[in-house]
Nanobody, 114 residues
Framework: QVQLVESGGGLVQAGGSLRLSCAAS???????MGWYRQAPGKQRERVAT???????DYADSVKSRFTISRDNARNAVYMQMNSLKPEDTAVYFC?????????WGQGTQVTVSS
């Protein structure tokens, strides 16, 4: 079982940037990782994913603004978020697609003020 811990959330003005980090308790080698978010009153949605080989995929709403990356040696996943908008406000969750189970972090709050 891999534990995921997110950090890097906070309050930022519209147009600003944040970098989220996800630290895994075990190896994430060859595990598809990603970031999801959930805004108040809305369903959790996929933001970005990255395969073990580094292939990335983004939700249309964040393309060209967010960048997901990984460091397998550090068992970490990151997401650089630029040009933040108020509609990006949500709790952001780190995700790992395990062989038998999926892994989820506890989430980190991102709030973008207008």
């Amino acid at each position: 079982q891999v534990q995921l811990v997110e950090s890097g959330g906070g309050l930022v003005q519209a147009g600003g940037s944040l970098r989220l980090s996800c630290a895994a308790s075990g190896s994430i080698f060859n595990i598809k990782m990603g970031w999801y978010r959930q805004a108040p009153g809305k369903q959790r949605e996929r933001v970005a994913t990255i395969t073990g080989r580094g292939s990335t995929d983004y939700a249309d709403s964040v393309k060209s603004r967010f960048t997901i990356s990984r460091d397998n040696a550090r068992n970490a996943v990151y997401m650089q978020m630029n040009s933040l908008k108020p509609e990006d406000t949500a709790v952001y969750f780190c995700y790992g697609q395990g062989t038998l189970n999926d892994y989820w972090g506890q989430g980190t709050q991102v709030t973008v003020s207008s």
